[in-house]
């Protein structure tokens, strides 16, 4: 029996994830590949119908599941992907992302390629790109209290819908501008196609060594997004005499803020491992997920 596992990360909450997981779980079988899972639930979907799949191992994720396989292999949209980097992070562990859901930008490939993605992952044929993270500390009267960490952003948001969050932004430790708005986030290269997109931060290439920081609906007249070193540390200061704000880093994991907390983000210690199969420069995948337009406009107003 081969040595060789991989961990295979999956949310079966729609038909087509629950065909892709049986198709992938067959293919490693036939190559000799075990898999590790993190719900039983998930095991039992593999293995219905006397499935020829993969054989299983459940492992909860304070079992450290990744720890010792050769690579994640996640099914499923950018968020799915986010939270298999958290297992894969701390043992450099590369992470394979297929696309079940809509853009997918962190995917490497597209369920209609998924024989041949497997395919490539037992043969060992892709590339692996490191990304940069960024670590977040959370400090209340000078005493840290939240250590933690985020590939795509950590947004500072008002809590309350009513209220509105008093931020003071601060670069390298010299204030830049304060001002009343939604929230601040504080993105990577790789998390500016993200949220920060949405709140109109500018696109970086993920090769960019640099710290994205978009205001979110900021009253202010200069509340432009910056874009700093890497070597820079950003700090959201909450005003002492306003709202409490919400911490959230990728979307999943949040912590309350209290009036007065401060928000310090540097670049990650730790960066995560993501394997790129397709050759082509990120230009190319910007394209291809975005659907933009590349005619010029002469062409597409032919008569």
């Not at 007249?221 to 959230?248: H, K, N, Q, Y």
Request: overall charge negative.
């Amino acid at each position: 029996m081969s040595d060789r596992e991989v961990l295979l990360v999956v949310h079966p909450d729609r038909d087509a994830t629950r065909d892709a997981a049986r198709e992938v779980s067959a293919r490693f079988a036939k190559a000799g590949v075990r898999l590790r899972v993190l719900d039983e639930d998930v095991r039992e979907m593999l293995e219905a119908d006397g499935g020829i799949g993969a054989p299983c191992t459940v492992m909860a994720p304070e079992q450290d599941p990744a720890a010792g396989t050769e690579l994640v292999f996640v099914l499923g949209g950018d968020g799915t992907l986010l939270r298999a980097t958290e297992l894969a992070r701390p043992n450099g562990v590369p992470v394979l992302g297929v696309n079940l859901g809509r853009v997918g930008f962190l995917a490497e490939a597209d369920s209609d390629k998924l024989a041949d993605t497997v395919q490539r992952a037992v043969d060992g044929d892709y590339q692996v790109e490191e990304r940069m993270t960024v670590d977040v500390t959370v400090s209340i009267d000078g005493e840290e209290t939240v250590h933690t960490w985020a590939l795509n952003e950590a947004s500072v948001e008002k809590s309350s819908r009513e209220r509105v969050l008093d931020a003071l932004i601060e670069v390298d430790g010299r204030p830049v501008s304060s001002f009343g708005c939604d929230g601040v986030l504080c993105a990577t290269p790789t998390g500016s196609t993200a949220y920060a997109f949405s709140a109109g931060g500018p696109i970086i290439w993920p090769d960019v060594q640099a710290l994205l920081v978009v205001p979110s609906n900021a009253h202010a007249m200069f509340s432009r997004p910056l874009v700093v070193s890497r070597d820079s540390e950003i700090t959201v200061a909450i005003d002492p005499d306003g709202s409490p704000a919400v911490l959230t880093c990728d979307g999943s994991r949040t912590f309350d803020l209290p009036a007065g907390a401060a928000v310090r983000v540097t670049c990650g210690r730790v960066p995560v491992r993501l394997i790129r199969l397709w050759e082509g420069p990120f230009t190319d995948r910007l394209v291809h997920k975005f659907s933009l337009p590349i005619k010029g406009w002469r062409e597409r107003h032919a008569r």
